[in-house]
């Protein structure tokens, strides 16, 4: 049982270029979320979708697209990488309302 | 605005003495609230989840205890292995969003 993996752990990438964080999950979770970790700010909600086809806008969506296909999978995309981007990423999901996130072990991306 | 504030930012502790964390919350319509343990390079691990004030939860040397506006995290006689830091959470609302504190950095020296 993976639970919540992401991938790549490490990227860097230079200012305006494209590129795709994966996440997959295998518990069947209907609820999953992107966040941004930065020193000093905590986790941070970017997007979020309760469900294949469903998505929204969390505290810092600019710069970033999700879609949700599938019920597995929920990718970040980042349309042209900034500076500003350089962070680590976490991928979670979680079943219902009430119960914990799970979380990835990261991406941490480096944006020069 | 929903808001949650963890105290101490860090805290350095000998082993064996016993300290506890605070994590401090204004929602509206609490669903939930949850204790998670970051080890450098590593994604948030699941502690504890609280629901309702007076509830208590224990695992190992940790105890979580919740009352209407705080949660603390006890630490009894902690040991180097006990070293990450804490994050606290709460779910409020609809359900569809965590809000994160800061965090609190434990480090506990032999």
């Known amino acids: 049982n993976a639970g919540v993996t992401q991938t790549p752990k490490f990227q860097v990438l230079k200012t305006g270029q494209s590129m795709t964080l994966q996440c997959a999950q295998d518990?069947?979770?209907?609820?999953m979320s992107w966040y941004r970790q930065d020193p000093g700010m905590g986790l941070r909600l970017i997007h979020y979708s309760v469900g294949a086809g469903i998505t929204d806008q969390g505290e810092v969506p600019n710069g970033y697209n999700v879609s949700r296909s599938t019920t597995e999978d929920f990718p970040l995309r980042l349309l042209s990488a900034a500076p500003s981007q350089t962070s680590v990423y976490f991928c979670?999901?979680?079943?219902?309302?009430?119960?914990?996130?799970?979380f990835g072990n990261g991406t941490r991306l480096t944006v020069t | 605005e929903d808001q949650v504030t963890q105290s101490p930012e860090a805290l350095r502790l000998q082993e064996g003495e016993s300290s506890s964390l605070n994590c401090s919350y204004t929602?509206?319509?609490?669903?939930?609230l949850f204790w998670y343990r970051q080890d450098p390079g590593k994604g948030p691990e699941f502690l504890f989840t609280l629901y309702s004030a007076g509830e208590e939860k224990e695992k190992e040397r940790l105890k979580a205890t919740l009352t209407k506006k705080e949660s603390f995290l006890h630490i009894t006689a902690p040991k180097p292995e006990d070293s990450a830091t804490y994050l606290c959470a709460v779910q409020a609302g609809t359900g569809n969003q965590f809000y994160f504190g800061t965090g609190t950095s434990l480090t506990v020296i032999p």
């Open positions: 979670a999901s979680w079943s219902t309302p009430g119960s914990p996130l799970h």
């Open positions: 929602v509206s319509g609490l669903r939930g």
């Open positions: 518990m069947n979770h209907e609820y």
